[in-house]
């Protein structure tokens, strides 16, 4: 089994080095470790190791997941698509939903989370290329969604999150993560006090930095291959 200990910390010195290259403070990016398909142990492993956010897509995984690990500290992520009539089970298991991208998903987690003390954190999925199977809301389209979660009580909006198409092209990469990033400017010169820019994974993570990433979605590279079989 992959030590995550040691490779937590080697993904850190990545971040600061990838940060370093381009003369951005390490301690703006804030790495989400992505434990889907990941067993317990190695969750409490991370946590043991200091590690505090995690990232999750699959509910029904996550809720057990989030329950046996109650009163750990760790801060659960879901990163996944958000079905509306799971926006319950969503609003009261997680700290943070980054995959929101309509106004009906936005008003139930809204509603579902006047049950718990603290605010939702939430981030607007960004799709960056013209694709309607893919997850995510088009750029021109984003503003609107923010001025509405605006006005949700129960809803902190953080920031955007993206995930681009895979493309071996470094040039091409670099473009949708300064989409991105440039976006994600114009909606805080609009006003909006948003602090996160959610994007990079384990394949692109230092171009994300580049770009202006403050955090990072990595799994691979922190638990190894996902073991757990299954959809
Ligand atoms: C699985 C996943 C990640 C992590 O991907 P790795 O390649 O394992 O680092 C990040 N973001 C989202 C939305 C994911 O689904």
């Known amino acids: 089994m992959t030590d ?3 490779t937590l910390r080697a993904i850190q010195r990545e971040i600061a080095a990838a940060a370093a290259r381009c003369g951005r403070d390490p301690s ?3 790495l989400v470790a992505v434990s889907k398909k990941q067993p317990l142990e190695s969750i409490r492993a ?7 956010d995690f990232g999750e897509n699959y509910l029904q995984e996550a809720v057990v997941k ?5 009163g750990s500290g760790a801060v659960w992520h879901f990163i996944g698509r958000v079905q509306a009539n799971k926006t319950r089970e969503i609003a009261t298991a997680f700290d943070w939903v980054q995959t929101v991208d309509r106004q009906r998903v936005a008003i139930r987690l809204n509603e579902h989370r006047a049950a718990l003390p603290s605010a939702l954190n939430v981030c607007i999925q960004v799709r960056l290329e013209r694709d309607a199977r893919r997850p995510g809301i088009d750029p021109e389209q984003v503003s609107e969604l923010a001025g509405q ?3 949700l009580p129960r809803l902190r909006l953080r920031g955007l999150m993206c995930m681009p198409p895979l493309t071996g092209d470094p040039v091409r990469q670099r473009g949708f993560f300064d989409t991105a990033a440039a976006l994600f400017d114009s909606l805080r ?5 948003l602090d996160t820019l959610s994007m990079g994974t384990t394949a692109d993570l230092a171009t994300a930095i580049a770009a202006g990433s403050t955090m990072v979605r990595i799994g691979t590279a922190v638990f190894g291959p996902r073991p757990l079989a299954g959809p």
């Open 28 to 30: 703006a990016i804030r």
């Open 4 to 6: 995550v200990t040691v």
């Open 149 to 151: 979660i605006e006005l």
């Open 46 to 52: 991370a946590i043991a190791a200091g590690q505090a």
């Open 189 to 193: 010169r609009d006003g909006l006090a």
């Open 66 to 70: 989030t329950a046996a690990l109650a």
